[in-house]
């Protein structure tokens, strides 16, 4: 993503703000504003060109062995653009390696394989470990400033029900073992006691 001079010198403003605070010009909260919705544009087209790179290179991947030099191309730009590789792709980089591209390509994505299976362990260590704490996001002073939400108390638990006694005349709950008996073995039949 690169940022134009007009929106570099939007972002240095921001970032000063952000900085120390003043309130700002209603024409620098709206510069900000633009440039947010911008960067949020230029997100949202790049998880398209993501998506239909990825489905471009599956469409390849099913169409190997003929779609090979399309295939190690596309997938090459998807290795560059931060794609993960599957085990499809593990599995069709096996099948082709004896070409010499197709061998250095399974080298680099087995080496990407495994470490994105580490950082995902790691990650689901932290996660057990201690929960990630959630960041608010407050508006810059002099914008649109949304009073800040109080903080909530916890829910209080309830107790469980307490268990009364059955009434005089009623009848109390029956338990499992009492609904549902234990299966009995049936007995063999008498032929086979008489042989035995």
């Keep these: 993503m690169a940022f134009g001079a007009d929106e570099l010198r939007v972002l240095r403003r921001a970032l000063a703000n952000a900085l120390h605070p003043t309130p700002l010009p209603e024409d620098d909260v709206q510069d900000c504003l633009r440039l ?13 060109l993501r998506a239909f790179l990825l489905a471009d290179l599956a469409r390849y991947r099913e169409a190997l062995p003929g779609s ?14 931060g794609y993960d590789p599957r085990p499809d792709d593990l599995a069709a980089l096996r099948a082709l390696r004896a070409g010499p591209v197709a061998a250095a390509l399974l080298e680099r994505c087995q080496v990407l394989a495994e470490r994105s299976v580490r950082a995902r362990l790691a990650g689901r260590a932290v996660s057990v470990t201690a929960p990630a704490q959630r960041t608010r996001l407050l508006a810059l002073p002099g914008g649109l400033v949304a009073a800040e939400e109080p903080e909530r108390p916890a829910a209080p638990s309830r107790p469980a029900p307490p268990s009364r006694p059955a009434a005089p005349g009623e009848r109390p709950m ?11 073995r049936p007995a063999p039949p008498p032929e086979e006691r008489a042989a035995s």
């Design 36 to 48: 947010a919705g911008a960067v949020d544009e230029a997100v949202s087209e790049a998880g398209r």
């Design 68 to 81: 090979l030099t399309g295939y190690l191309e596309l997938l090459q730009d998807a290795l560059a653009a």
């Design 174 to 184: 029956p338990k499992p073992s009492e609904v549902f008996p234990p299966r009995r």
